[in-house]
């Protein structure tokens, strides 16, 4: 009677293990996702070609998004997270799946022209913005085609995302000129601020609509407090164990060749959000969190030219 009850109890644990799918799931946002929800417990599909080592735990959908087949229509998804760029990459993934209950796209802040008034507000008219050009405008897209064949679904916009796992040289540069002892070729007086999000707030905040069913559909999320360049790199050097030595950049040279943000400021308003999740990681922990990452996974980070392009015309 007792192995009876035991593998009852099993069978109506796993009968009500949530499956959750998630594209990509290999690198940055959708792995950090698909890892976040494996340790909870969750049944986690991921969308991939299998060009990447997968994470631990994961079950693999093998496909090309523009050949997925048939796999995905014979799979009930409690929730599907998706990091899609283009209107055709939604598009797509609504034609291959079956049934499901929550979508949630992960869209960008970018969708923003750069002359709405600030901070920009979810309910504002969506158009180019000039500093992030077609990649803007393709998020834009897909976020209509999802809303036109699901106005049900949940569409995230956030700001500048970081965290364990970021591949994106933003952080880890600062990190590495930091653990250099390099002087540090800040842009300007380094007033120019910045707004952040950690990657598991945004989990959390997954989390939350998951649970609750919000009856807004469409979220800016991010920190409420946005820190200064000069801010942000003092902390990234304090974190590696640095004092950093600034030289300020007033020249008249585009600021990507050797910073690793764009001449470019902007807010979000996210006071929805914080109606749900008042509370997000402070910076410094999360900024903790990245560097313990980056030491231990350097080789996973894209860097850019940025040293030597100072290299070869500050020094």
Not at 282 to 306: C, H, M, R, T
């Amino acid at each position: 009677m007792e192995d009876f009850d035991n593998c009852n109890s099993r069978y109506l644990w796993e009968k009500n293990v949530k499956k959750i799918l998630v594209t990509g799931g290999t690198v940055f946002v959708s792995r950090y996702i698909a890892e976040y929800y494996v340790a909870k417990g969750y049944d986690v599909y991921v969308l991939n070609r299998n060009s990447r080592t997968q994470s631990a735990g994961v079950k693999l959908m093998q496909a090309d998004r523009h050949n997925i087949g048939d796999a995905l229509s014979k799979i009930y998804f409690d929730a599907v997270i998706d990091t899609a760029y283009t209107s055709e990459d939604v598009g797509l993934l609504l034609d291959a799946l079956g049934s499901y209950e929550d979508y949630i796209l992960i869209s960008s802040s970018a969708v923003y022209p750069e002359y709405h008034p600030q901070p920009f507000k979810e309910g504002m008219k969506l158009a180019e913005n000039k500093y992030w050009g077609k990649y803007g405008l393709n998020k834009i897209e897909a976020e209509e085609t999802l809303m036109k064949r699901n106005p049900s679904a949940y569409i995230l916009r956030p700001p500048y995302l970081y965290g364990q796992m970021n591949n994106v040289y933003r952080e880890a540069y600062v990190f590495e000129c930091a653990m250099a002892d390099r002087k540090f070729y800040l842009p300007k007086d380094g007033s120019m601020k910045l707004q952040f999000f950690h990657i598991d707030d945004l989990c959390r905040f997954i989390d939350i609509i998951l649970k609750d069913k919000p009856s807004e559909h469409i979220f800016n999320v991010g920190n409420k407090d946005m820190i200064s360049v000069y801010e942000w790199v003092s902390l990234c050097y304090r974190i590696a164990g640095r004092q950093p030595e600034f030289v300020n950049v007033y020249d008249d040279i585009e600021q990507r060749k050797y910073f690793s943000f764009l001449d470019y400021e902007y807010c979000l308003d996210v006071s929805m959000q914080n109606e749900l999740m008042p509370y997000t990681k402070p910076l410094i922990d999360g900024l903790k969190e990245s560097f313990d990452w980056y030491k231990a996974n350097s080789e996973q980070v894209n860097k850019k030219p940025y040293l030597d392009y100072i290299d070869s015309h500050f020094i």
